[in-house]
């Protein structure tokens, strides 16, 4: 198969298993213990991981930034640049990439499994659409968490950020602060939050659909999980762009 | 009743089945033989609605199911249920939980009253003190049982079997075997039962139809398997029927 092909056919099936999800989200009675189970597994869980990441990024930027404008005696626009930094790209791409293996591979691997032995086949014999039972509340619990993760993780970014710049250069938190209410608008927060709210979606739905995939054993559910994570951090670098290219 | 009339299906260019015609009668527990490959499985499949025949059609109860959507199966099988040769449980559930899926998923209802009533019927199928284990904790037998279980709690009209015994020993399969009989005598549930083991089918079925290269051949009752002069049947019985001679020859020189 063709890379235009496979591409297409990816396309396709996402935007179908994607349009089947919102219907349900309008015509199906959710269960309420399906969907908590799967906010503290997707998001709560996701909080520890992503959140260190964001601070680790968090502090290289600001290492760079703080020696950089520092020796321009323009230490007070660390802040600002390093809070348009995190809501641009640090919060919501470095969340997607990490939460694309924290919780994408899971999901994968999950279905993909009860595919292969035959439980998706068990679910349709006792009358339960895989995708209310497995997709929908992934779906749900991603898009409602994944924004929330950000919040944490942002928060650790910019005191990282903070401690970073304090102990590299000796500037106070006032400093710190002053440039982000100048550079940082509100349409920034909202840039962030959409990317955020669209990458959870596209995280889970391509782990479903790769997912429901799954053939061959577990050599293939292996093979799914991979391809999974893989286009996931394509797709996530891709939608970055877009998004950024119509928003700003 | 189940029937099946000139039904053609297959997977994608491979034609699995050739014109079956058969009939499993109401509440008798009906055995689909055949060797490896024959499509026996794909019988169940397209039973459960899980593939769509090419060609013919498929009645349950009078109700023409062939070419019925994904929505309209899932009316059709919440009269129907089905336990998978390796028995599907979902594993990342209890027991209890696999048990009491389709009543608090399906039909909604809470799950303190479901616990109970699946709690009872683990305790019918000797698998009392279960309920907290996961499926990998339990051996195949019980792993069967608790597939019944899972099908038996919402009282289907018909159950299907694929493969109930295969890998279990003389003493499980007894154990399985008598289950299903009971199932279908205490219950009148429409038993379906897809197997190679003969001696096992021998002794709970009351109907036997053979699928033999896609094609079906009605056999009768049990007892023709050993009698009957069609020579798929006899192709397919042969090692059976030398087996039971010698050990009958073992037990006259005894």
Partial sequence: ?248 | MIKFEDVWAGYGDHLVLRGATFQCPAQRVTAIVGPSGSGKSTVLRLLMGFICPSKGRILVDGEDVTGCSERQWQGIRRKMGMVFQNSALFDSLTICQNVGFYPHYVERRPWREVRREALELLEDLGLAGTEDKLPSELSGGMKRRVALARSLIYKPQILLYDEPTTGLDPHMTEVVSSLIEEMADRFGITSIVVSHDLPSIYGIADHVVLIDEGQSVVVGQPRQLLTSEDERVIRFTASWREQIHSFSDRGNHD
């Fill in chain 1, 1 to 248: 198969m063709t890379i235009v092909t496979g591409a297409l056919e990816f396309i396709g099936g996402v935007v179908i298993l994607g349009w089947r999800v919102l219907k349900l989200v309008f015509t199906a009675r959710l269960s309420a213990s399906l969907l908590l189970e799967q906010m503290v597994l997707l998001g709560v869980n996701s909080i520890p991981i992503t959140t260190l990441v964001v601070c680790f990024a968090g502090s290289v930027y600001t290492f760079v930034l703080a020696d950089e404008l520092s020796q321009r005696n323009a230490e007070n626009l660390v802040g600002g640049l390093l809070l348009l930094i995190l809501l641009k790209e640090l919060i919501p791409v470095f969340s997607a990439l990490v939460l694309s293996a924290k919780i994408g591979a899971p999901i994968t691997s999950e279905i993909g499994t009860m595919k292969i032995s035959e439980q998706l086949d068990a679910l349709r014999a006792l009358s339960t659409d895989h995708d209310w039972y497995l997709t929908l509340p992934r779906v749900l619990a991603g898009v409602i968490m994944i924004p929330l993760v950000a919040v944490f993780a942002g928060y650790g970014g910019w005191f990282a950020g903070y401690i970073t710049g304090h102990l590299q250069t000796g500037f106070s938190y006032h400093t710190f602060i002053s440039g982000a209410k100048n550079m940082v608008g509100i349409d920034d927060f909202v840039e962030c939050f959409v990317k955020c709210i669209v990458f959870a979606g596209v995280i889970v739905l391509t782990a479903c659909y790769y997912g429901y995939k799954a053939e061959g054993g577990a050599a293939g559910v292996g093979k799914a999980v991979t391809r999974g994570v893989v286009i996931n951090i394509l797709l996530i670098f891709i939608l970055d762009l877009l998004i950024t290219a119509v928003l700003d």
